[in-house]
């Protein structure tokens, strides 16, 4: 059994007396950094839509849809399918503007060639841009590989001497309709919106598709566009994947975006920033919301500095920051510099001493009081 007076148990529930905190002069590279976040976008967007169907085909309806929102593509893949017909995508620079077909010369033929050639389907023995018997053969592999019969079209065939030079018969030739091929620039593409449905006509824009080089699209606050700039760094992090990256600003809005439908009035304008990625980010990277530090000024070289909590202006006038050693406090006069991750450059004033390492006071540490943790 223990007794104690109500003076002993009062003491003993009392709060200690206030701690003095303190924390240590550094000596660093101070930057002002700027977190927001951005989205991960390939360089180019691509509305797929039906651009018609087979003469025999009375209907455009959407028969397959062969992927899904967010899913990665390959060239060659097949995207959908339109009245039994599919419809894929192929690597090139030229958007298909006409059915090529045997007989055929020009650009787009070129790209045909080259495309298929990469996924496997060379086009052997034909002149580089002349759709020949090897294209042909090559579009017949391929589409064989994906499950369909070539589409084919009535070929005037050139005579093969001049005895018969007025006569021109005409042939089945395989080829590759506008309507069942779509060119993006990069191998790298992934699947952005899909709107088309089994069963629902193919009218208007079926998907659309993203594709090339990976950029970052970004917004800041109207208070804080002034201090970004293109040529400025930024770490970029990933949270999902735990992945880094870095990147430099190319442009900042000039015009604040145009807010969208719903969007709280009192979020205020925000400025677009484009960041493009030191090197090419990877594909897990594509689609990706990640949070950006645009590092919008640095001190380049390590300076003194301490938390910006230990800066003081006294009656006198003076800034100052107060060294606490042998539990003996004095006041350091200091000049300040730039503030960045908390942290603010000093430098002493007159005869005044201050290095690395000495501790300053940031703060007292108010007792605690019942019912307080």
Do not use: C, W
Not at 194 to 202: E, N, T, Y
């Amino acid at each position: 059994m223990l007794i104690k007076s109500p003076a002993q148990a009062a003491a003993d529930s009392a709060a200690p007396q206030p701690d003095v905190l303190t924390a240590p002069v550094v000596r660093k590279v101070l930057a002002q950094s700027v977190v927001t976040r951005g989205t991960v976008t390939a360089s180019q967007r691509t509305d797929i839509a039906s651009t018609g169907s087979a003469k025999d085909v009375g209907r455009s309806v959407v028969t397959k849809v062969k992927i899904a929102p967010g899913g990665t593509l390959s060239p060659g893949q097949v995207l959908l399918e339109v009245s039994g017909r599919p419809m894929f995508i192929l690597q090139g620079d030229l958007p298909a503007y006409r059915d090529l077909m045997p007989g055929m010369s020009g650009e787009d033929v070129t790209q045909l060639q080259r495309a298929l050639s990469r996924i496997g389907y060379a086009s052997s023995g034909d002149t580089v841009g002349v759709f020949g018997p090897g294209t042909e053969h090559a579009v017949t592999r391929y589409y064989r590989a994906i499950g369909y019969a070539p589409a084919t079209s009535e070929v005037s065939q050139k005579p093969q001497t001049t005895d018969d030079a007025a006569q021109r018969t005409a042939k089945q030739g395989s080829g590759v309709p506008m309507s069942e091929v779509t060119f993006v620039r990069s191998s790298l593409a992934r699947v952005d919106t899909v709107g088309a449905k089994v069963g629902g006509d193919a009218n208007g824009t079926l998907l659309s598709v993203t594709s090339g080089t990976l950029m970052i699209d970004g917004s800041v606050a109207s208070y804080e566009k002034d201090l970004i700039r293109a040529g400025q760094s930024v770490q970029v992090l990933s949270e999902v994947t735990g992945k880094q990256a870095t990147g430099t600003v190319i442009s900042v809005a000039k015009s604040p975006t145009k807010a969208h439908e719903g969007d709280s009035e009192q979020s205020g304008e925000t400025y677009a920033v484009r960041i493009k990625p030191s090197k090419a980010l990877s594909a897990d990277f594509n689609g990706a919301d990640v949070r950006l530090t645009i590092v919008a000024a640095s001190s380049q070289d390590k300076v003194l500095a301490v938390p910006t909590s230990a800066i003081s202006a006294g009656a006198d006038g003076l800034t100052t920051v107060t060294v606490r050693a042998d539990n003996q406090e004095r006041r350091v006069a200091v000049r300040v510099g730039m503030t960045g991750d908390g942290y603010v450059q000093i430098t002493p004033e007159g005869s005044d001493h201050i290095a690395q390492g000495d501790q300053v006071v940031v703060g007292v540490q108010a007792p605690v009081t019942a019912g307080q943790s």
